[in-house]
């Protein structure tokens, strides 16, 4: 009887500490619960844009202008400058650029038999875009751009010339590392003159009509061939 009481006791005062250990509670008798803390997953880091900075040298064919009775021939020269481009999209990057060809014109009159040279800068002032055809240690690329020659006449007495320009062109870029690679590239440049523009206004039978028209053409068809160490950033 003893032995049968002894297992009551037992079991009573083994019953209320278990159920004590499943259900914690404070001084008050409040049920404390435990709640694990999820993490914040971490951040995914935005890829960083490629940044390509290239100083250029390399040779201009600079063409000629012609005239009536006359042309103005513009000696082929070395020319150098540099590009600096930003990566806006994979494989497509904008990139302003800026060429200088130091050289000499020659303007002719063929009706008078009178030649004359002048020393003159041709500066290529160009924003466009680049696409790259295909990624690895060799990347081809074409290239349009459009902005303004400046024909800086170094001569006192002549007057600058400023046009606006458009640049087709490509090349192959050879990359040696994730830092250094090597451009080579050719360019078409078209120097362009405005020689006026008009608006019409009229009304037919079907209504009014209007229009603007402008004359425009290619001052010197004028290209480039050139080279440059790639720093990339």
Excluded: C
């Excluded at 997953?41 to 040298?57: G, Q, V």
């Excluded at 924003?127 to 074409?142: A, D, N, R």
């Excluded at 606006?164 to 994730?178: I, R, V, W, Y």
């Excluded at 037919?204 to 080279?227: E, L, M, N, Y």
């Amino acid at each position: 009887m003893t032995n049968l009481k002894t297992l009551f006791l037992t079991a009573a005062l083994l019953i209320p500490l278990s159920l004590v250990a499943q259900n914690p509670t404070s001084s008050s008798g409040t049920v404390q619960r435990t709640y694990k803390v999820q993490e914040p997953a971490p951040k995914k880091s935005t890829p960083k844009a490629r940044i390509e900075l290239t100083p250029i040298y390399g040779y201009s064919l600079n063409g000629r202008v012609d005239f009536y009775r006359a042309e103005f021939k513009m000696q082929d020269a070395v020319h150098y400058g540099g590009a600096l481009a930003v990566e806006v999209m994979p494989g497509v990057l904008g990139e302003f650029s800026f060429t200088q060809s130091p050289t000499t014109g020659r303007f002719a009159d063929f009706a008078e038999g009178i030649t004359q040279n002048y020393d003159i800068n041709i500066n290529y002032f160009q924003l466009g875009g680049i696409k790259e055809l295909k990624k690895g240690p060799v990347v081809p690329f074409g290239m349009v751009s459009l902005g303004a020659t400046w024909f800086d006449m170094k001569n006192s007495g002549v007057d600058d010339h400023v046009a606006f320009s458009a640049a087709l062109g490509g090349g192959l870029k050879f990359f040696f590392s994730d830092r250094i690679g090597i451009r080579m590239q050719g360019r078409l440049l078209l120097p362009m003159y405005f020689s006026g523009g008009g608006l019409f206004l009229g009304i037919g039978s079907g209504g009014p009509s209007g229009g603007v028209g402008i004359s425009t053409g290619v001052i010197a068809v004028q290209g480039d061939f050139s080279g440059g160490l790639i720093f990339l950033f």
